[in-house]
């Protein structure tokens, strides 16, 4: 698969992370489609993080591929829907790497554009120890498809929720403070969903960081729904600044709140309704947050 190794415009950039943020929510819709099981695709995700990262300077395709061979599978085993349960699989063609149908290893926007087709399913390999090793890509079934297919009209599903009441939540900080929704009436809550070993999550902490203290004499709250514990939380923290109030444990509302892909923003405005969802990591991502905000305060 060629792909033009030319400097995109930053038009074209924007364009990409769009599709992007919608394959995230692609991906992670599969497994509420309730033909999902029959189809056996739940080895897809339990949650599914897919990263594309461009630089600042510009971007440029990564086509330089390795060859996966016979030999590279002794020791594997394909992995079941049992295996692959409360896993996060992480799919960014770094952090484990992916081949396509001629086992030609595929990073970047060769991954974008395989999974945009809706032709392919990945099979994923694990060692003695269930560790994914590798993605092997294979051609989808009829079946497959026509789920996968049915699923693009749900990737809109996250904008029904703007407008909408919050989900009532209680949650406590690692620091002992309770939030609740009902508690936080008239104020403008901003939730961040991440967990530490989410790349991109970590990667957009510094502008969150930003955002906080421009807001902080603001009516303006910040919660960090995390789904480490505490304990690694308090860890993570000690060598690296997070100035959200840190929310450990978090998978009841994070189930609650549908949420499937990292990191995720939703922020709720005064009336305690959902203001602003965004999914995914990109170039706009801290800037239309702030916006928001902004746009919040001077109603």
């Not at 929310?247 to 949420?259: A, L, M, Q």
Request: glycine share 4%; net charge negative; hydrophobic share 40%.
């Amino acid at each position: 698969m060629a792909i033009d190794n030319r400097l995109m415009s930053f038009e074209h950039i924007l364009w990409i992370f769009i599709i992007l943020n919608k394959i995230y929510c692609y991906f992670s819709t599969l497994r509420m489609n309730p033909n999902f099981n029959e189809m056996k695709l739940t080895k897809i995700i339990t949650t599914l993080t897919m990263v594309f990262y461009i630089g600042a300077i510009g971007l440029t395709a990564q086509t330089t591929k390795n060859t996966l061979s016979e030999e590279d599978l002794k020791g594997l085993t394909k992995a079941s829907d049992e295996d692959l349960s409360n896993k996060e699989i992480i799919l960014d063609g770094e952090t484990i790497p992916i081949y396509d149908i001629e086992r030609n290893r595929i990073r970047g926007m060769e991954i974008m554009q395989v999974m945009m087709s809706s032709d392919y399913t990945p099979d994923f390999y694990i060692d003695q120890n269930g560790e994914i090793k590798v993605v092997l890509l294979r051609k989808a079934t009829d079946e497959e498809k026509e789920i996968m297919g049915n699923m693009q009209s749900q990737m809109q599903g996250e904008n029904e929720l703007i407008g909408k009441d919050a989900i009532p939540f209680t949650a406590t900080d690692i620091n002992g403070k309770e939030y609740t929704l009902s508690d936080l009436k008239g104020k403008i809550i901003v939730m961040n969903f991440w967990f530490i070993e989410c790349k991109p999550c970590l990667i957009e902490i510094p502008e969150l960081n930003e955002l906080v203290e421009k807001y902080e004499n603001e009516n303006v709250v910040f919660l960090g729904f995390a789904k480490n514990d505490t304990s690694k939380l308090v860890s993570f923290l000690e060598n690296k600044k997070f100035l959200y109030n840190i929310i450990p444990n978090s998978t009841k509302v994070i189930d609650d709140y549908n949420v499937f892909s990292y990191p995720t923003h939703i922020i709720i405005d005064q009336d305690a309704k959902v203001s602003f969802l965004s999914s995914g990591l990109g170039p706009t991502t801290i800037h239309d947050i702030e916006n928001n905000i902004q746009h919040l305060l001077e109603k």
